[in-house]
Structures are given as structure tokens and as C-alpha cells.
């Protein structure tokens, strides 16, 4: 079984532009997580889609990031303007369920912005 | 808000020396507790989930434990190859989403 790919798995940016992140998650995977780390920080969770639908936004920082799930399969996330707080460790996980067991991580995608 | 906190940050551990992790929590219902094991510039592992106090789960050389405000993950005689940080994570019973630890860095030397 492929497990949840992001990519790109590093990304250099200047404050002010665009950045797009991308996780496939695992092939039945309805459950699909986006979380992050800041750089001495906690993983935080940022948003849950069940199929293509968002079920709970409420972890994302503010309306420069924005998340999609197009069919229900791989998502994106935009940063837009990233800014410099928003560096750190971009994380996606799929489910079958909400059980935690049967969360599957990525490897994440470290974004620096500069 | 749901609360996880880690000791110690960092664990220096000679291979063969036993050690345990705390994670101490605070959830307003506890669905479920989580271990994951995280190597660098990987993504966090699955190892256990503990659902109630006094539950015992074990892999290996891990063990995990579980009371009403902390769990353990008890390291027995670790080898090299345990280094890695080790996060703690909770769900509660309103929620899917994890709430996690800051980890604690373990490095194992032989």
C-alpha cells in the first residue's frame, strides 16, 4: 500500500509570494489532515476534509491559507502572501476513519519563508 | 482547550539503559491516547493507542501505560536504532482532530 505523499518535501520562499502544497493521500482514504509544526513547536492541527468536503477548518491560522480537496482525492494547500511566520513543517495524514489508528502521515513538506 | 505536555524534552540514554517518557494531559474527555515515534524529516509513526486508565499496550522494547492524567512509554535496554523523538498525542471523545506534545528527543548511544 503507497503511503501519503506530499511534495515538494522542501520549499524556499520570499515573504509576499505564493506557495502551494500538495498531499495525495492513501488510494480510500476519505479522512484527509493537514497539520503543522513551527520551528519549537507542537504539531497543530489545521483543518479536516471527509471526501472533498472541509468538516472542520477551525485550526487554520488565518485567510491567507486555503485548502482544497477537488473529488474528493489529493489536496492542496495555498499559502497567500506567505509571510514569515508561516515557515515550518507542513504535515498531511489520511484516515479510513476518525480513529487516530488509522491516521497515516507524510513525510511533510519544510516551507521557509525568507 | 485540550493540553499534552512532554518530559523531559531530551533523553541521553547508554544502549542497555532502561528509561520512561511522561506525557501528562488534560482533555475534556479522552477518546484516545497516542504514541508516535518521528525520525528526522520523516512524518510521526504510529506505535500505540491507549484507550482507558490502566491499559498496557507493548511492541518490542516500548511499552506504553496509561492513568487518568499521564501515560508512560517505558524504553526497555534500548538499542541505537530507538533514537528518535517520540510524540504524544490525544483525541478527544467531541473530536477527531489530535492534540499533541511537544515530544521527547531520545538518543540512544552504544
Known amino acids: 500500500e503507497a503511503g501519503v505523499t506530499q511534495f515538494p518535501s522542501h520549499s524556499v520562499i520570499e515573504k509576499g509570494q505564493t506557495v502551494t502544497l500538495r498531499c495525495d493521500p492513501i488510494?480510500?482514504?476519505?479522512?484527509l489532515y493537514w497539520y503543522r509544526r513551527v520551528m519549537g513547536k507542537e504539531i497543530k492541527f489545521l483543518l479536516h476534509f471527509v471526501k472533498e468536503s472541509k468538516q472542520d477548518e477551525s485550526g487554520m491560522p488565518n485567510n491567507r491559507f486555503l485548502a482544497e480537496r477537488t473529488g474528493g482525492t489529493y489536496s492542496t494547500l495555498k499559502v497567500q502572501p506567505a509571510e514569515l511566520e508561516d515557515s515550518g513543517v507542513y504535515f498531511c495524514?489520511?484516515?479510513?476513519?476518525?480513529?487516530?489508528?488509522?491516521?497515516?502521515f507524510g513525510s511533510g513538506t519544510r516551507l521557509t519563508v525568507v | 482547550e485540550d493540553q499534552v505536555t512532554q518530559s523531559p524534552e531530551a533523553l541521553r540514554l547508554q544502549e542497555g539503559e532502561s528509561s520512561s517518557l511522561n506525557c501528562s494531559y488534560t482533555v475534556s474527555g479522552l477518546r484516545g491516547l497516542f504514541w508516535y515515534r518521528q525520525d528526522p524529516g520523516k512524518g510521526p509513526e504510529f506505535l500505540f493507542t491507549?484507550?482507558?486508565a490502566g491499559e498496557e499496550k507493548e511492541k518490542e522494547r516500548l511499552k506504553a501505560t496509561l492513568t487518568k492524567k499521564e501515560s508512560f512509554l517505558h524504553i526497555t535496554a534500548p538499542k541505537p536504532e530507538d533514537s528518535a523523538t517520540y510524540l504524544c498525542a490525544v483525541q478527544p471523545f467531541t473530536d477527531y482532530k489530535l492534540s499533541f506534545g511537544a515530544g521527547t528527543t531520545v538518543t540512544v548511544r552504544a
Open positions: 488510494s480510500g482514504h476519505d479522512n
Open positions: 491507549l484507550y482507558s
Open positions: 495524514a489520511s484516515s479510513q476513519d476518525y480513529t487516530a489508528y488509522g491516521y497515516t
